[in-house]
């Protein structure tokens, strides 16, 4: 289902998530996933580093329109019945372990999108991962590292666990700016903005209005007599 392969792939790229999490997520998980700030957040207890609590799939707006065509339209038209899986195959069951995977780098594959030679969900975590640590504060850093499920330091543990849908929604929002082309410009416009201010100001120091270019005139140069004082008494006065 091509409709589905997309839906993966966006999950993959928008939260970097690993493809486990879609893979293990559960219609029951996707019904009680809440909201927060129109983003709503799908938590899903089984996956890879399950110890440091649920993956967080956060969804933004227009995926969550799509989530919904496909629960609603599309899942029911193949999914077995006691199938609980979000993500079925055409024989409608979960797909089995690792093939979410591939299909998410076919789908890249067939919709012309690559890094060098080929776009996998593990592609996306490191160009995510690498934005973030350009471009993100430390604190945005920190919700990016619990979408990811990225391994953290303990004291940071208890810092992205105090709620989870809160930290989904805030991360997705970090990742979208982080990887959009228009951050790169914005920096750019940034740092050309401010050597411009910079050179401005340098010059106001270096010049005044009497000499712009800030430089000695030669009658600067010239060292000028100092002026004497007179002692009225001594100059001779007329008849």
């Given at each position: 289902?091509?409709?589905?392969d997309?839906?993966?792939?966006?999950?993959?790229?928008d939260?970097?998530?690993?493809?486990?999490?879609?893979?293990?997520?559960?219609?029951?998980?996707?019904?009680?996933?809440?909201?927060?700030?129109?983003?709503?957040?799908?938590?899903?207890a089984?996956?890879?580093?399950?110890?440091?609590?649920?993956?967080?799939?956060?969804?933004?707006?227009?995926?969550?329109?799509?989530?919904?065509?496909?629960?609603?339209?599309?899942?029911?038209?193949?999914?077995?019945?006691?199938?609980?899986h979000?993500?079925v195959?055409?024989?409608?069951?979960?797909?089995?372990?690792?093939?979410?995977g591939?299909?998410?780098?076919?789908?890249?594959?067939?919709?012309?999108?690559?890094?060098?030679?080929?776009l996998?969900?593990?592609?996306?975590?490191?160009?995510?991962?690498?934005?973030?640590?350009?471009?993100?504060?430390?604190?945005?850093?920190?919700?990016?590292?619990?979408?990811?499920?990225?391994?953290?330091?303990?004291?940071?543990?208890?810092?992205v666990?105090?709620?989870?849908?809160k930290?989904?929604?805030?991360?997705?929002?970090?990742i979208?700016?982080?990887?959009?082309?228009s951050?790169?410009?914005?920096?750019?416009?940034?740092?050309?903005e401010?050597?411009?201010?910079?050179?401005?100001?340098?010059?106001?120091?270096?010049?005044?209005?009497?000499?712009?270019?800030g430089?000695?005139?030669?009658?600067?140069?010239?060292?000028?007599?100092?002026?004497?004082?007179?002692?009225?008494?001594?100059?001779?006065?007329?008849?």
């Amino acid at each position: 289902m091509k409709t589905r392969d997309f839906l993966v792939t966006r999950f993959s790229i928008d939260c970097a998530t690993r493809p486990g999490p879609i893979n293990n997520a559960t219609l029951d998980d996707y019904t009680a996933a809440e909201s927060h700030e129109s983003i709503k957040v799908l938590p899903v207890a089984k996956h890879k580093r399950s110890k440091d609590g649920p993956a967080i799939l956060p969804m933004l707006p227009d995926l969550q329109e799509f989530m919904d065509i496909y629960v609603n339209k599309i899942r029911p038209q193949f999914a077995l019945t006691d199938d609980n899986h979000l993500f079925v195959t055409t024989e409608g069951i979960g797909f089995r372990e690792g093939t979410v995977g591939r299909r998410i780098t076919n789908f890249c594959e067939k919709a012309g999108l690559r890094l060098e030679d080929r776009l996998a969900a593990v592609d996306m975590r490191k160009l995510v991962s690498t934005a973030t640590k350009e471009k993100a504060t430390p604190e945005e850093a920190k919700l990016v590292r619990r979408v990811m499920a990225h391994s953290e330091k303990t004291a940071e543990r208890a810092y992205v666990r105090t709620n989870l849908t809160k930290v989904g929604a805030q991360a997705v929002k970090v990742i979208a700016r982080v990887t959009s082309p228009s951050a790169e410009e914005t920096d750019k416009e940034d740092k050309d903005e401010k050597l411009k201010m910079e050179s401005v100001n340098l010059s106001a120091v270096q010049t005044s209005p009497l000499n712009p270019s800030g430089e000695k005139t030669d009658e600067d140069k010239v060292e000028k007599p100092k002026m004497q004082s007179v002692n009225p008494s001594a100059v001779p006065t007329s008849p």
